[in-house]
Every structure is written in structure tokens, then in C-alpha cells.
């Protein structure tokens, strides 16, 4: 059964840390994501990576960074966490094929900066 | 500007009576679209996703629509069970491109 595992289920942080959630999937898939998911808002895409070493900005990067330096980990990094980071982050994964992309989550990080 | 909408943020069924969801879309670029399920402690999980080259999917119980005139999209789940009780998000994306594009979801309530 294709496994997503995020590495934390909840965190709670404080204004100015670095934080890192971690992601990893074992189905050799070569796509990764980044989503939090607000209230309202659905799920937005932070950022994504297509290949090892490589990534792209999603509609909202600002405040975070990624790392992808084996095919199945894929790290979020918020470099000096604020409040308005507060939100459950999702990590996704899907295979090359674009042409009938479905996305396999991992459960959640749901994180708390005060 | 939210490029997928889906207007209500809740709906409530009796056991065995229709559920439908709704989703709208502005992008005309977008061909493809997907129907997540998720459930409290646990990531969004495929449903079911239909091309913009047909108007219907079905699969069981659950059927999407696709209106691409109207650039609305539904989903029907028939007859509705509680376990369906869950968040749904609409999402669609454009063929070749590497992002999904949420909606909002819309939590059912189907009541015993």
C-alpha cells in the first residue's frame, strides 16, 4: 500500500524558531508538494519538487523554504516561524505521469507557532 | 482570487438520500479535475476525477458532472452512507503542468 509519512502530527513552536517538517514517501514517485490547508481557504501549494535537488515555487512561498536531497524526502522549512504560520501543512507526492496526475497525501502536520 | 470555488462550506443528507457538491472553476485552461475525500486525522484522499473530454464519471455510488460551458462541475453520491460524512475538495489542474488548484471543501453530513 503507497505510504506518505509525515514525521510529526502536531508541533507547537515559538515566534522566531526554525522549523522543519519532514516528508517522506516510499512509492519512488518523483513529484512532492507542499500544501497547508486553512479554514476558508482550501488547500494552497507552498512549494514542489519534480526531481532530486530541484524545486519550484507554488502561489505561497514567502516565509518558507524546501529541500530535496534523496527522491523520497522532501523537507519544509520555515526559516524564522511567525503566527500566521499556524496551519495544517500537507505533503503529496504523485507519479510522473501528468496526464492523470491524483496526489497521495501523508496525515498532517498541524502546527502551532506562538 | 480563488481559481476553484465551491460555495458551500457545509451540507446535510439523511442516510440514503442524494448528496450533491458543487464546484466552479474560472480558469479555462484547466482539463482535468478531482473530487478528494477527507476524513479529521487523516490527508485527502482521491475520489474519483473526470477529463474535460467527458461530461460524466461514474464509479459506484459516486458520479461527477462536468459542465464546461458553464465552467461547473458536481459531484453525486447516491444513495449516501454516514461513512460518507467527510470534508470534499473539488481540485483541477491543467494537463503537462505540475500544480492542483483546491477548492475551499464543502463537510457532508449524512445523518443516520
Known amino acids: 500500500d503507497v505510504k506518505v509519512t509525515q514525521s510529526s502530527r502536531y508541533l507547537v513552536k515559538r515566534t522566531g524558531e526554525k522549523v522543519f517538517l519532514e516528508c517522506v514517501q516510499d512509492?519512488?514517485?518523483?513529484?512532492m508538494f507542499w500544501y497547508r490547508q486553512d479554514p476558508g481557504l482550501g488547500l494552497r501549494l507552498i512549494y514542489f519538487?519534480?526531481?532530486?535537488?530541484?524545486?519550484e515555487k507554488g502561489d505561497i512561498p514567502e516565509g518558507y523554504s524546501v529541500s530535496r536531497e534523496k527522491k523520497e524526502r522532501f523537507s519544509l522549512i520555515l526559516e524564522s516561524a511567525s503566527t500566521n504560520q499556524t496551519s495544517m501543512y500537507l505533503c503529496?507526492?504523485?507519479?510522473?505521469?501528468?496526464?492523470?496526475?491524483?496526489?497521495?497525501f501523508g496525515s498532517g502536520t498541524q502546527l502551532s507557532v506562538l | 482570487d480563488q481559481q476553484v470555488k465551491q460555495n458551500s462550506p457545509s451540507l446535510s443528507v439523511q442516510e440514503g438520500r442524494i448528496s450533491i457538491l458543487n464546484c466552479d472553476y474560472t480558469?479555462?485552461?484547466?482539463?482535468?479535475f478531482l473530487w478528494y475525500k477527507k476524513y479529521p486525522a487523516e490527508g485527502p484522499t482521491f475520489l474519483i476525477s473526470?477529463?474535460?473530454?467527458?461530461d460524466k464519471n461514474e464509479d459506484g455510488r459516486f458520479t461527477v458532472f462536468l459542465n464546461k460551458s458553464a465552467k461547473h462541475l458536481s459531484l453525486h453520491i447516491v444513495p449516501s452512507q454516514p461513512g460518507d460524512s467527510a470534508v470534499y475538495f473539488c481540485?483541477?489542474?491543467?494537463?503537462?503542468?505540475?500544480?492542483?488548484?483546491f477548492g475551499a471543501g464543502t463537510r457532508l453530513f449524512v445523518k443516520a
Open positions: 519538487s519534480y526531481d532530486v535537488k530541484m524545486k
Open positions: 481540485a483541477a489542474r491543467r494537463t503537462g503542468g505540475f500544480k492542483t488548484i
Open positions: 473526470i477529463s474535460s473530454i467527458k
Open positions: 503529496a507526492s504523485s507519479p510522473i505521469d501528468r496526464t492523470n496526475e491524483k496526489l497521495f
Open positions: 480558469n479555462s485552461m484547466f482539463d482535468y
Open positions: 512509492m519512488d514517485h518523483e513529484n
